[in-house]
């Protein structure tokens, strides 16, 4: 655990790892790019190397050494008129080594931080919120759990010099919600910073938005997603048509899986095969709302490629088709029926010639060519 486990992201993670090495921490973040490309682990490794305190943890040691009640790594979270000797105030005993703005993962903080347990870490999602309100999950981060938020800010960090609050996919916050975060966010309490993680800044208000110190991420390399895939178990061709078909996220990637998967298990020449693979898509709205859009992104890759090989009346077959795709492509941002998108999408290229199953492999063959 260390910012070097965030892959792909170098130019963002330099910048981060500045922040934590000077001290001068804005007290409202968004990270903010498409998902799956390392926002919210990113967001958790910040906090770590904020809050590290580089002094190897040991059982025995006294309490004084394992946590030195000041003259740390970081000094105030606003910039101080004189830069503090930091590096001089630190313990000269200190054994941690971490590269300049970064954790330690030996320390006690780091190893707290490591454990997802760290009392002045805190991430706000809606599997926290169901548990702090006693409720089922839902889709939306409530005021309620604004308000609790707001109050822990007002409160001193317990154990570490800074309180990091880390709300996941800050675009469920709804508008009240936003509006009592926009509350702390006026008057931000000292050593605190709230990170907000988003794919959809522009679901957050605009006033949030001026008062958040914008962090970029940018989409994978596909190297990186292909990497990682086959980190996490994929099989290394599999891993690298996924990459292939990914857009530089591991979210697409994933869901590029799910739909090879449904695919496979569709037999060839079935007339019912679209409709059946509809039936597929996943329960949740907005994840098949999304399956629905990168199928369509799919499609619309395939059928450029017939359309540029194609000449005379097979040409105009095929710009009525990228037409009517790219119109349904549209259609899928704003309130329409994704089942009744996708069947509409897969009947018409079908009826064009160009076969459900041919749709991922082409499209992974052309963005691999
Ligand atoms: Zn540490």
């Known amino acids: 655990m260390a910012f070097s486990s965030i892959l792909g992201q170098d130019k963002t993670i330099k910048r981060l790892r500045s922040l934590v090495e000077t001290g001068r ?9 498409p998902p799956g490309v390392g926002k919210f ?21 006294p309490a004084a050494a394992e946590e030195p009640a000041d003259g740390l790594f970081f000094a ?21 080594p971490a590269p300049a703005g970064d954790s330690c993962g ?10 997802g347990a760290h009392p002045d870490i805190r991430v706000v999602d809606t599997l926290f919120q169901a548990a702090l309100l006693d409720e089922d999950e839902s889709a939306n981060l409530k005021v309620d759990t604004v308000r609790e938020l707001t109050r822990w800010a007002q409160q001193k960090p317990m154990l570490s010099d800074w309180k990091i609050f880390v709300i996941r996919d800050a675009e469920a916050l709804v508008p009240q919600a936003q509006n009592a975060l926009l509350k702390t966010l006026e008057a931000p309490p000292p050593n605190t910073v709230i990170v907000l993680t988003t794919s959809k800044k522009n679901s957050l208000l605009a006033t949030i938005l001026s008062r958040s110190f914008p962090v970029e991420f940018a989409p994978l390399p596909r190297a990186v997603v292909a990497e990682l895939l086959s980190a996490r178990g994929t099989d290394p061709a599999e891993a ?3 990459a292939a078909l990914s857009r530089g996220s591991m979210e697409k990637a994933a869901e590029a899986g799910g739909l090879m998967l449904r695919l496979a298990k569709l037999r060839p020449g079935d007339p019912a095969r679209a409709f059946k693979f509809a039936a597929g898509l996943p329960r949740d709205s907005h994840l098949a709302r ?17 359309w540029r090989a194609a000449d005379g009346p097979a040409k105009n077959k095929f710009t ?33 010639g160009l076969r459900l199953e041919d749709l991922l492999d082409t499209a992974a063959a052309e963005a691999n060519g």
């Open 106 to 115: 030996l320390c006690r903080s780091c190893l707290q931080a490591k454990s």
């Open 290 to 306: 999304e399956e629905v859009k990168t199928l369509l992104e799919l499609a619309l890759g395939r059928i450029r490629a017939a």
């Open 25 to 33: 921490v804005p007290p409202a973040m968004i990270f903010h790019g």
């Open 240 to 242: 690298r048509k996924l």
């Open 76 to 96: 105030e979270p606003e910039p101080a008129p004189a830069p503090a000797p930091a590096a001089a105030a630190r313990p000269p005993e200190s054994p941690a």
């Open 320 to 352: 009525a088709l990228l037409r009517r795709t790219l119109e349904l492509r549209r259609m899928a941002d704003r309130n329409v029926s994704y089942y009744q998108l996708l069947e509409v999408t897969l009947l018409e290229s079908e009826r064009a």
């Open 41 to 61: 682990p990113a967001a958790l490794e910040f906090a770590a190397a904020l809050n590290c305190t580089r002094v190897a943890f040991t059982e025995a040691a």
